[in-house]
């Protein structure tokens, strides 16, 4: 249900209906000629914005009554030296309450999504409008044109004035052409010198208390919007230029950094709605958990049967190398392992198995590798129940496109792995869309990698299920980073923007100073317990077991564990959070729930009150850190016991530590 209101002055009630209706509408008018500041409030009234268009459109933003962002100007130039935001003529203003349920086809956080704002828009003289919106949990923003022909946008002013004495976590890129996998920086905002670049999310803890999560949504036919610093405490929109050539690097099939570009950042229709800008807003750190604001304001679904589209887990090779053992072929990029794989996923009711790279030659997708029997092996998967996903890399899928996704639809491919995009320009941005677009004819599942964030397209597409865009886990093969720390960064920043395919998984622990970097014998930085933890903590619809079956299958009680951890939910409840330190949830999936727990590199303890649970007896399994955990990171212990609605769980996490819960109800209890 969408209500709209059209808000006008008040005037006597002695005047008669239809004169009362027409001074209402002149007076309106009038007003909107005359006024040069507008205020808008969200539902529950606490954040307001300010909107002043003297000459120059700019927003500012507080929080019960706190500012957050001081005067920020908004425009748009096109080509022809006009500036849609300055020199502004406000001609109408329209106001509408929205209030809605969102059904997700693939539920990340929640079965339904309320969706309730209030809106505002300021029709301007010269054919364009800029439309804000006020949630209880955040503020967006966005132009949309009225213009006949088609229009290049030279650039996009779209700033971020923050108030002072605010902090920022800070993804610093080198430059547009990037995975987005990055660490974020802890720093103090007003001293970045300008003009560092950063990706989004990005996120900042005001002086006034609330955090701000930088974000945007319904990002189509356009680049995607980055980060500069400009001094002191504002950030501004960056922008990737419209590519005029790219090249593939020499001896590379994948890395194509654009080589020269244009004057411009899009070349676009003149009736569109552009991009939201996105500030989401959290009181406490465990709001920005539940924060769905990039799905509420993207694009509707565009399929009108998505009931194909099936999440799950994943038996992933690369990370893990295929280090295989206790079998009777030699373990690799051939038919035998893969079949092996299948069986693995098969006995665990693990949904998909990943060929990743090595599966065909090179730069031609229809050239699969001899040692291969693609056919023999999606045949297999479906005697088995088991799909297969293919990884491509982004130009050669590009060159191929038809006839490669013509061929593995003859194979019977449930889905693909798209990697190397590495860049967000209009022309890439688009790439994506189509790729969306030509799976989804085809029934198959998309999987972004060398990706950036997401920014809504998987609500109109969901069959494009998760992406990369994180510093996960297979930088454990070549670094130190995925520090616990980390770990607990990213739920708070890169998962509130959409799912994150980080890998978890690892099998093979180790506490910080035992951690050793081995790329083809890898291991985590964490105890089991938190590996585990993951698949509850982190959202991800298709979700990959990283490690290799043969070390699953030594460990079946943690393999057993996760592969019964689902990977949608119908609820999120955030029962303890703190960014980069801890965060324990509790997620329910059907009638059953399941609870997550992990810690940074300091150990802690919690007790879970466990009110939110329906009344009835559960059977409760859990895996926790083992009391030697500190020591040796692989040390966990699985426990089963009965609880109700009524007890009440202590739980100790180890340094780096988790644990997890499944609580299943009893039958007629």
């Keep these: 249900m969408i209500r709209k209101f059209n808000h006008y002055l008040p005037l006597a009630s002695t005047v008669s209906p239809l004169i009362l209706v027409i001074m209402q509408l002149i007076s309106f008018t009038a007003g909107a000629q005359a006024e040069k500041s507008y205020e808008l409030r969200s539902p529950d009234q606490t954040v307001k914005v300010s909107v002043t268009a003297d000459g120059n459109i700019a927003y500012s933003v507080s929080v019960d009554g706190h500012t957050i962002i001081e005067p920020s100007p908004i425009s748009l130039t096109l080509n022809d030296n006009k500036v849609l935001g300055k020199h502004s003529e406000i001609t109408d203003v329209q106001r509408t309450s929205i209030q809605q349920e969102i059904r997700p086809v693939v539920a990340e956080k929640f079965a339904v999504i309320n969706d ?173 958990l539940t924060n769905q604001l990039v799905y509420q304001l993207a694009e509707p679904l565009a399929l009108k049967d998505p009931s194909w589209i099936k999440p799950g887990k994943v038996a992933w090779d690369w990370w893990n190398a295929n280090n295989i053992y206790g079998v009777d072929f030699r373990a690799g990029v051939n038919t035998e392992t893969y079949r092996y794989y299948i069986d693995f996923a098969a006995k665990l009711g693990i949904e998909y198995v990943i060929l990743d790279e090595g599966w065909y030659e090179l730069g031609d997708l229809l050239d699969v590798v001899p040692e291969m029997d693609l056919e023999a092996l999606t045949a297999y998967g479906r005697e088995k129940q088991v799909g297969i996903i293919l990884w491509v890399v982004w130009k050669t899928l590009d060159d191929q496109l038809e006839a490669a996704l013509d061929q593995f639809v003859k194979w019977g491919v449930a889905g693909i792995k798209v990697d190397f995009m590495q860049r967000d320009d209009q022309e890439m941005v688009n790439f994506y869309w189509k790729i969306a677009a030509e799976a989804a004819k085809r029934k198959m599942l998309v999987d972004f990698h060398g990706a950036y964030k997401p920014s809504g397209l998987r609500r109109t597409y969901p069959n494009v299920i998760t992406r990369e865009g994180v510093k996960g886990l297979e930088w454990n093969k070549w670094s130190e980073d995925i520090t616990p720390s980390h770990n607990l960064t990213l739920p708070f920043i890169r998962m509130v923007p959409g799912p994150m395919d980080y890998t978890p998984g690892a099998v093979i622990n180790a506490q910080p100073d035992h951690f050793r970097v081995i790329f083809n014998r890898p291991m985590s930085m964490t105890t089991r317990a938190q590996q585990v933890a993951m698949y509850v903590v982190y959202e991800s619809p298709l979700q990959m077991m990283a490690d290799n079956p043969s070390n699953y299958l030594k460990e079946l009680e943690c393999a057993k564990f996760i592969a019964a951890v689902p990977t949608t939910w119908d609820d999120t409840r955030v029962l303890e959070a703190a960014l980069g330190e801890y965060l324990v949830l509790a997620r329910k999936h059907g009638d059953e729930w399941f609870l997550g727990a992990m810690t940074n590199e300091s150990g802690r303890e919690f007790t879970l009150g466990l009110s939110f649970l329906e009344a009835g007896v559960y059977d409760a399994e859990m895996i926790e850190d083992g009391i030697n955990a500190d020591r040796y990171a692989g040390d966990y212990r699985r426990v089963t016991l009965t609880i109700t609605r009524g007890d009440s769980i202590t739980i100790r996490l180890a340094p780096g530590g988790g644990w997890a819960a499944h609580l299943k109800p009893q039958e007629g209890k």
């Design 116 to 288: 309730h704002c209030n809106e505002m828009r300021l029709i301007c003289k010269g054919g364009y409008a800029v439309v804000f919106r006020a949630y209880d949990n955040g503020v967006a923003y966005r132009f949309v044109t009225h213009l006949e022909r088609e229009i290049t946008i030279v650039s996009e002013q779209a700033s971020f004035n923050f108030a002072g004495n605010s902090e920022i976590y800070f993804p610093e890129e080198e430059s547009f052409f990037s995975h987005n996998e990055r660490t974020y920086l802890h720093l103090k905002l007003d001293t970045l010198a300008a003009g560092r670049l950063a990706s989004l999310p990005l996120l900042v803890a005001t002086g006034a208390g609330p955090k701000v999560l930088i974000a945007e949504s319904a990002l189509r036919d356009y680049p995607g919007m980055w980060i500069k610093t400009g001094g002191g405490s504002s950030l501004n929109g960056a922008f990737p230029p419209y590519p005029l050539e790219s090249r593939l690097r020499p001896n590379s099939d994948r890395n194509m950094p654009v080589t020269q570009s244009a004057d411009f950042i899009a070349r676009t229709a003149g009736k569109r709605s552009f991009p939201w800008r996105i500030l989401a807003i959290a009181k406490s750190d465990r709001d920005l």
